[in-house]
């Protein structure tokens, strides 16, 4: 006598269904990592039941006065950002304090996406993050939801 066992199928969301919202939030006065990896978890929608790791279910985010975030401790004179140019000797740094002067968005993205999968996926979540220097941003129209993130 042979034992048939029910098979049972986990339900995957359609590209259609997943419900896609706009998000704005302030990051006057947080923490950088942890404002980060709260933003890392809306865009990549592990905040929802319908969450699936191998697809896009997460919001959009905007961020609004990315010049005010802060660091913990020391960080601000200490922390630099280093990438590497790919010819001889093109070791290159920047302070994070240089960093914030002229290009704060950059701080931000570059710590959204140390927290995102670093492949095709993780590139196309990245896109849903926009990052704005000061209190004005151009997404009026999308209608974003204000959300405050404890850090």
């Not at 029910?6 to 259609?16: A, D, F, S």
């Not at 006065?65 to 950002?81: F, H, I, M, P, T």
């Not at 590139?123 to 941003?137: G, M, P, S």
């Amino acid at each position: 006598m042979a034992i048939t066992a029910k098979i049972q199928k986990t339900p995957l969301p359609g590209v259609n269904e997943i419900e896609r919202k706009w998000y704005v939030v302030d990051a006057k006065g947080k923490i950088l990592g942890r404002f980060a990896s709260e933003i890392a978890k809306i865009i990549r929608g592990k905040n929802k039941p319908v969450f699936t790791p191998h697809l896009d279910t997460g919001d959009f985010v905007i961020v609004i006065n990315a010049k005010d975030v802060r660091l913990s401790g020391k960080k601000l004179d200490q922390k630099e950002y280093r990438w590497y140019t790919g010819y001889p000797s093109g070791l290159r740094s920047i302070k994070y304090r240089d960093l914030l002067k002229t290009n704060p968005r950059r701080i931000i993205m570059h710590a959204v996406w140390g927290m995102l999968p670093h492949n095709r996926l993780g590139r196309k979540l990245l896109k849903k993050l926009k990052v704005y220097e000061d209190e004005n941003h151009p997404h009026a129209a999308q209608k974003p939801e204000p959300i405050d993130i404890k850090t």
